[in-house]
């Protein structure tokens, strides 16, 4: 069974300052993982993935998220914040090389202040 | 940019009524899902549908609840006898093949009184 723990609910931000968003999974299988954004009253976005090939994964907006399978994490970070990062923020995962079904976390709220 | 679209963006309705919740996926996708989110908890999948039919559907997915494709552009969740438990933030995605990105709608909030 697979399964996505953000270790946190809200993280609050200056702007300018480095973003790190937390992340532990279990999967029984290697598993995809994902991290997705939601503005508000907009759909999920896919920010980045990680399917097996590079352990460090660029996405969108300058973030960027590493997989570690000794620590069974894969944490979202960005070196510097923008007020428009201020979003809820979803780690994903899915059966290695397969997206059909996702299983979410339970979001993390990020807040970016001047 | 194509996206995926959902009507309405709020749903009332009162117990033991059913209701329909629509969606457009992307034209040329192939896989529709739907997932939802009760105030407070994580999103939780449903169902997938490809070719016509179910390809997968969580233990949530009983039979109060039916998916239809019932043209080339629409696809529908309807909730049969809704019950208070049923309200929540339903999500539409859908992706061009099933180890695709899939693209997620705005949501469609229903609530049951």
């Known amino acids: 069974a697979q399964s996505v723990t953000q270790l946190d609910s809200h993280v609050s931000v200056s702007e300018g300052t480095p973003v790190l968003l937390r992340c532990n999974y279990s999967?029984?299988?290697?598993?995809?993982l994902f991290w997705y954004v939601q503005h508000p009253n907009k759909g999920l976005q896919l920010l980045l993935k990680y399917t097996s090939a590079a352990t460090l994964v660029k996405g969108i907006n300058g973030f960027e998220a590493e997989f570690k399978k000794s620590e069974t994490s894969f944490h979202l970070t960005k070196p510097s914040a923008h007020m428009s990062d201020a979003a809820e923020y979803f780690c994903v995962v899915s059966r290695a090389g397969g997206y059909n079904k996702l299983i979410f976390g339970a979001g993390t709220r990020l807040a970016v202040h001047p | 940019e194509p996206e995926v679209t959902q009507t309405p963006s709020h749903q009332v309705t009162q117990m033991g009524q059913e209701v329909i919740l629509r969606c457009v996926p992307i034209?040329?996708?192939?896989?529709f899902y739907w997932y939802r989110q009760i105030l407070g908890q994580k999103v939780e999948f449903l169902v997938s549908f490809y070719n016509n039919e179910i390809s997968e559907k969580s233990e949530i997915f009983d039979d109060q609840f039916s998916v239809e494709r019932p043209d080339g552009s629409n696809f529908t969740l309807k909730i049969r006898s809704t019950k208070l438990e049923d309200s929540a933030m339903y999500f539409c995605?859908?992706?061009?093949?099933?180890?695709?990105?899939?693209?997620f709608g705005p949501g469609t909030r229903l609530t049951v009184l």
């Open positions: 999967s029984s299988y290697s598993p995809s």
């Open positions: 034209s040329n996708h192939l896989y």
């Open positions: 995605a859908s992706s061009v093949g099933g180890r695709d990105e899939q693209f």
